[in-house]
């Protein structure tokens, strides 16, 4: 009896800990779906802007309100970008959502 129960209480220590591990590997996938869903929409958002002949996308400057035709980087941000500008920040913000005016 007593080498059946340590079967049982071995068998369920490994189940329990094959159930955690899972379960965080089920946890770490889908936060990674989520990021590569927010990524392509985020891509296909900035791809969708109107572009100039040289590829540069045709954008309203939020900060001082005057069109631009802009390279945007590997981050959607505009070339004009200045990191910790409110508008500049909410300029990004707005390619990745796709509502940002463009000419």
């Known amino acids: 009896m007593s080498d059946r129960r340590r079967l049982e209480r071995f068998l369920r220590t490994k189940l329990r800990e094959a159930g955690e591990q899972y379960e965080e590997l089920r946890d770490s996938t889908d936060g990674q779906l989520g990021e590569a869903r927010e990524a392509y929409q985020s891509a296909r958002n900035a791809r969708g802007l109107p572009t ?6 045709k954008i309203v400057c939020r900060r001082y309100a005057e069109r631009r035709a802009a390279l945007l980087d590997e981050e959607y941000r505009p ?5 910790g ?3 500049c ?5 707005d390619v990745r959502e796709g509502r940002i ?3």
């Open 89 to 93: 920040e909410g300029c990004v913000e």
């Open 79 to 83: 070339a004009c970008y200045e990191a």
């Open 52 to 57: 100039d002949e040289r590829d540069r996308a």
């Open 85 to 87: 500008h409110p508008d």
């Open 101 to 103: 005016e463009t000419w």
